[in-house]
């Protein structure tokens, strides 16, 4: 456990030694503020009882951040390390695939959350100078809110470091993530229509949405399938790097 507190330490300083965190950190400050525009614009022109976790989701910056923060935090997670020539290091010293894959994976996820903090504040600013009920806004809807954030990052985080194990070109792997994400948000943009019960193809669609889930968690809702898929999925391509790392030490 000890090792692998070193190699997330490792990661996470990785972020804050080099200008590229804090560029990251920037731009995901510059995309909230605009969506902090954004709800503050639709809160003042159309009165809504929805809870102001559902307006912000709505937004495109929400969205534009999944996609391409998650890629750019990841891209150098291996691919870094081959280019430095510090991979070869990395996998002779005493530490386990399991330990390498999970500690890059761990802390990217870590600043991930990080980046995402300053979107407490936001909301903290429309429930004082607007009052609660007026945006109707819960403790618990800004929680579950986060899980479908954490959720959604712990996926794209793990594609991430998926796409960076296959390349030592960090812009590639960041392609390689873009691409992986951006097709799974573009089944989620299916038409809101009737799902009919022998209709396979639309249920299946309507269960790897993205955007619904993303809906039921602003609502405040836990639907425990959306946790298995994401875990699932997650585990995947964590797996998946996991056979790319262990194949390419016996090469």
């Known amino acids: 456990m000890q090792v692998f507190r070193t190699l997330v330490r490792r990661e996470l300083g990785g972020y804050f030694f080099a200008f590229t965190g ?17 709800i503050v614009g639709k809160l003042n022109n159309d009165a809504t009882d929805a ?15 999944l996609l391409l923060s998650a890629p750019v935090m990841t891209m150098r997670s291996f691919a870094q390390e081959r280019a430095l ?12 695939d399991w330990q390498v894959v999970l500690s890059k994976f761990t802390g ?9 903090a300053p979107l407490i504040g936001y ?13 109707a806004l819960l403790p618990w809807t800004l ?29 590639v792997a960041a392609i390689i993530s873009y691409a992986i994400g951006l097709a799974l948000f573009i089944l989620s943009l299916r038409p809101g229509v009737q799902v009919a019960d022998n209709d396979w193809l639309a249920q299946l669609l309507a269960h790897t949405s993205m955007t619904e889930h993303m809906a039921e968690f602003a609502r405040g809702v836990i639907d425990t399938r959306y946790l298995v898929y994401y875990a699932s ?6 797996f998946l790097t996991h056979k790319v790392v262990e194949s390419r030490r016996w090469k």
């Open 51 to 65: 809870p102001v976790t559902e307006v912000f989701y709505a937004s495109m910056y929400f969205w534009i951040i």
């Open 108 to 116: 990217a996820l870590l600043f991930y959350l990080i980046t995402w």
């Open 143 to 171: 929680a579950t809110t986060y899980l479908g954030i954490f959720l959604i990052g712990c996926l794209f985080i793990s594609m991430g470091v998926f796409a960076s194990s296959l390349t030592r070109s960090q812009i």
């Open 85 to 96: 020539g510090t991979y070869e290091t990395l996998m002779t010293s005493p530490v386990s």
């Open 123 to 135: 909301v903290a600013l429309l429930n004082h100078f607007t009052g609660q009920e007026k945006i």
């Open 22 to 38: 804090y560029i990251i950190i920037a731009g995901v400050l510059l995309l909230l503020g605009f969506s902090f525009v954004d």
């Open 233 to 238: 999925l997650t585990t995947l391509f964590l």
